[in-house]
């Protein structure tokens, strides 16, 4: 069971319920909603520890999440403790990325350097717009909202757990 945990990728977290039959509405940490289209069984990570394995019944795109239902927690009163509970997948279920794409559980935490300020901090979450990703680094400069696009993310290091970013003036509170 161990190596199953350590192959298991966040993929998205459930962020509310939906209706009273169960569904609940997961926030993709990946732009593509078509992520689970074919995936019939999830695991869910609890905020309390617990972990789940869970058979989708139903799914359908809702206002930039999904919704899910999965067999046996089909009301509102089973569903509303997985709030806030990651949605875990096997490395196996994901399709194959680009050169230039990843999977958040490759970025999380992973240590941002612009080339002019320096360390901003930490990498601690990513979410999505209509328009792009957006990263979300904690640090010394508080909290820096980044667009994830080539024009200000320079290159990603998996190996050495690095970040660089090239940020225009204004995109950082700096004390004057």
């Known amino acids: 069971m161990k190596n199953e945990t350590e192959a298991l990728l966040d993929v998205g977290v459930v962020v509310g319920t939906h209706g009273l039959r169960g569904d609940i509405k997961v926030r993709l940490r990946s732009g ?6 074919n995936i019939a069984q999830v695991h869910l990570a609890l905020p309390r520890g617990d972990r789940l394995k869970l058979r989708i019944i139903r799914q359908a795109a809702h206002k930039n999440q999904i919704l899910l239902r999965f067999a046996g927690y089909e009301s509102i009163n089973l569903v509303e403790p997985l709030v806030g509970g990651q949605l875990l997948l096997r490395q196996d279920q994901l399709p194959d990325l680009e050169d230039d794409e ?18 901003l901090g930490s990498l601690v979450d990513l979410f999505s717009s209509s328009a792009h990703d957006t990263y979300v680094v904690r ?27 090239d940020l ?9």
């Open 32 to 37: 593509d909603p078509e992520l689970l289209q």
């Open 168 to 176: 225009p003036d204004g995109l950082i509170q700096e004390e004057q």
């Open 139 to 165: 640090g010394e400069f508080g909290e820096v909202l980044i667009p994830a696009v080539k024009q200000f993310v320079q290159d990603i290091d998996l190996e050495r757990r690095i970040m660089r970013v």
């Open 102 to 119: 990843y999977y958040w559980s490759q970025l999380d935490g992973l240590q941002v350097i612009d080339v002019t300020r320096g360390e």
